[in-house]
């Protein structure tokens, strides 16, 4: 297969959907882990297609919805600040911090700018001599190599004017915490497959043998979602765990070497907070003392976190697949993609944002 509708092949789709249907004899619930994948899910409707007995729960596989609301209120504060040049990919500007967003500071005169790559930044900085560019840089470890060489490059060229809030998390030690947190559901993974294109799957195997749960490297259309979950219920059936790359036409065991070369170069694991979840142990990336200087939190320090105040949003329970979207009392109400309460309702990969957009859960509010 070469195109896209190839994966979305009608009579395919109900081929592997009656074969799900033949192999499963057990309740089971399975964890999509990426937003991307739960879009295709809702947009598709692959959950009707599928066996009663399968239960799909939403992973925190959004990098948008899990950044911290303390890291927003940092990118704020560094906006505020004069001669600042603050860029971002869209979505962010969106999320809600402790009491406002970056969109609503940038139509106060904040100048803050959406850029579609990292390296734009450089140019950015160029052009600006006697100002300072902040990236704030989010995203899975798909998005780290990029991050990672603009940070490289800006050294290279001495641009003494940049620097990176870093907010990068790390999809293998979120899944531990999920698989080991008390009153965990769930039995089996799909797991990220742009993620994978980068790390491979190598760290992968000790945790489907440790919490003996099967996880499949899956990719984004319906029938890699389809395949993906066959062959993740085909190893419950059977009682095994072990790791299987659905997703071959992208990635490899070891993964992209040269994007890890570059990512390990500049990157740390650090532990970093993650929204309405909490701490998890070395599941962020921080610069490394050879490029601290580059460090936007070391720059513009926030000395005072913003209180909080809880606004009734259940994106923690969303992101950890306790709740569904449709069981928050804000959904489809008070919390729309117009006026968001939280992450999942801004991202593109938001589980919210895909219930909004593609099911008729709010019709039933």
């Given amino acids: 297969m070469?195109?896209?509708?190839?994966?979305?092949?009608?009579?395919?789709?109900?081929?592997?959907?009656?074969?799900?249907?033949?192999?499963?004899?057990?309740?089971?619930?399975?964890?999509?882990?990426?937003?991307?994948?739960?879009?295709?899910?809702?947009?598709?409707?692959?959950?009707?297609?599928?066996?009663?007995?399968?239960?799909?729960?939403?992973?925190?596989?959004?990098?948008?919805?899990?950044?911290?609301?303390?890291?927003?209120?940092?990118?704020?504060?560094?906006?505020?600040?004069?001669?600042?040049?603050?860029?971002?990919?869209?979505?962010m500007l969106r999320v809600p911090g402790s009491r406002t967003d970056l969109l609503t500071m940038k139509a106060k005169g904040s100048d803050i700018r959406i850029i579609h790559s990292p390296s734009e930044t450089l140019s950015i900085a160029k052009m600006n001599p006697h100002k300072q560019i902040i990236l704030f840089a989010v995203g899975f470890e798909t998005t780290a190599p990029a991050n990672a060489t603009t940070v490289y490059m800006a050294k290279q060229l001495k641009l003494d004017n940049f620097s990176l809030l870093a907010s990068n998390v790390l999809v293998p030690p979120?899944?531990?915490f999920l698989l080991q947190s008390q009153g965990n559901e769930v039995q089996g993974l799909l797991a990220a497959g742009h993620v994978c294109t980068i790390t491979g799957y190598g760290d992968y195997h000790a945790?489907?043998?440790?919490?003996?749960?099967?996880?499949?490297?899956?990719?984004f259309e319906p029938l890699d979602i389809l395949q993906g979950l066959y062959l993740c219920v085909q190893q419950l059936e059977k009682g095994e765990y072990c790791v299987i790359n659905q997703y071959r036409r992208c990635v490899q065991e070891q993964g992209n070497l040269h994007a890890q070369t570059i990512m390990n170069s500049v990157f740390k694991a650090v532990d970093r907070e993650w929204r309405g979840i909490g701490v998890i142990a070395s599941s962020g990336l921080g610069l490394v003392d050879e490029f601290a200087g580059y460090d936007a939190a070391i720059r513009f320090p926030?000395?005072?976190?913003?209180?909080?105040?809880?606004?009734?949003?259940?994106?923690?329970?969303?992101?950890?697949?306790?709740?569904?979207?449709?069981?928050?009392?804000?959904?489809?109400?008070?919390?729309?993609?117009?006026?968001?309460?939280?992450?999942?309702?801004v991202s593109t990969e938001g589980a919210c944002s895909a219930y909004y957009q593609y099911s008729n859960s709010r019709d039933h509010q």
Avoid at 59 to 66: A, E, K, Q
Avoid at 311 to 333: A, D, H, R, T
């Fill in 2 to 91: 070469k195109y896209v509708d190839e994966y979305r092949q009608p009579h395919l789709v109900k081929k592997l959907s009656q074969a799900l249907h033949q192999i499963t004899t057990r309740p089971w619930t399975i964890m999509e882990v990426c937003g991307g994948q739960t879009h295709s899910i809702v947009k598709f409707g692959l959950q009707a297609l599928l066996p009663q007995k399968i239960r799909l729960i939403h992973g925190p596989g959004c990098p948008v919805c899990v950044t911290p609301i303390h890291l927003i209120d940092h990118a704020l504060h560094i906006a505020t600040q004069p001669n600042t040049i603050l860029c971002s990919f869209g979505d």
């Fill in 174 to 176: 979120a899944l531990e």
């Fill in 207 to 219: 945790l489907a043998r440790n919490y003996q749960t099967p996880i499949v490297v899956t990719g």
């Fill in 302 to 345: 926030l000395e005072k976190p913003l209180s909080l105040k809880d606004n009734g949003c259940i994106s923690g329970l969303i992101l950890q697949g306790k709740k569904k979207p449709c069981e928050c009392s804000l959904f489809g109400k008070q919390c729309t993609p117009e006026s968001p309460y939280g992450a999942p309702m």
